[in-house]
């Protein structure tokens, strides 16, 4: 199926996934304030999804789109919100062992991971890669009050801060892509070069609205653009030899990892996520 049917099908899913975050958003009492969560953030979040993998259903989507607006409103908090260390452990405490009344945060992930509805094995994976980007936003954070920030190599392995390989992961357990960890163990390479690409590519996209925020970038740490555009060339590089060899047992997974470097990069030329300020 391609052509204007399959553009329209497809653009079909992205108006109801934005609708589904936008009437999900207001269950949850100051988690996601209308300053930073416009309607513009639900459907580029929801276009994303469905873009991504247009083959779903609109209740398949429902958990990647789910899994992102997680990652924008820890951002939020731990970025915005949070002014010592003991209230970043307290977010990333809310997301891993929260009592669902206990906060919004805890009652949106607690609802997040009952709609993943995994076996307990691959439930087990969610919660690690969950705590993966949790634990690497709180490095972030400590980064951005260091005296000194990291060298680049280790800044680059921490990409797990920007959350692309965790709503990858919550919707391939969703949609039935993978069946185990091993399986998700086997995509993990692939996603990981994917997710330091973006990681640069969000960079490059922010890097004006970041310059006065304090926030730890490749810029900051001194690299110029053509230093970044280059790496980022490699790192899209990488990710195609990593993602070739899939191709045959998780073509579905291959597809939308390749998708994401492209759309991605086109998406980020010229607009961003957040609303702005």
Request: glycine share 8%.
């Amino acid at each position: 199926m391609s052509g204007p049917f399959a553009t329209g099908r497809t653009c079909a899913l992205a108006v109801a996934g934005g609708r589904d975050l936008a009437r999900v958003a207001a269950r949850y009492d100051g988690l996601f304030p209308e300053k930073s969560f416009d309607a513009g953030l639900y459907g580029s979040l929801a276009m994303a999804g469905a873009f991504g993998s247009p083959w779903s259903t609109p209740e398949e989507l429902r958990v990647i789109n789910r899994a992102s607006l997680l990652v924008f409103a820890v951002d939020r908090l731990i970025d915005e919100e949070a002014d010592s260390r003991e209230q970043v452990a307290a977010v990333i405490g809310e997301c891993l062992d929260g009592e669902p009344g206990s906060s919004p945060l805890a009652a949106y992930t607690a609802d997040l991971r009952a709609e993943l509805a995994a076996p307990p094995a691959l439930e087990a994976a969610w919660r690690d890669q969950l705590e993966r980007l949790l634990r690497a936003m709180a490095r972030e954070w400590e980064w951005s009050r260091a005296e000194r920030g990291p060298a680049i190599e280790e800044y680059l392995a921490n990409a797990d801060s920007c959350g692309a390989l965790f709503i990858g992961v919550s919707h391939w357990i969703r949609t039935g892509v993978v069946a185990s960890p091993d399986e998700l163990r086997r995509l993990r390479p692939a996603g990981d070069a994917v997710q330091r690409y973006l990681r640069l590519l969000n960079d490059v996209a922010t890097r004006h609205r970041e310059a006065g925020s304090g926030d730890v970038n490749v810029f900051t740490l001194g690299w110029e653009l053509d230093e970044v555009n280059d790496r980022m060339a490699g790192l899209a590089q990488e990710a195609a030899g990593l993602i070739e060899p899939l191709r045959q047992e998780h073509p579905r997974a291959a597809e939308y990892l390749t998708w994401q470097i492209h759309y991605s990069a086109g998406f980020y030329g010229l607009s961003d996520f957040w609303a702005a300020s």
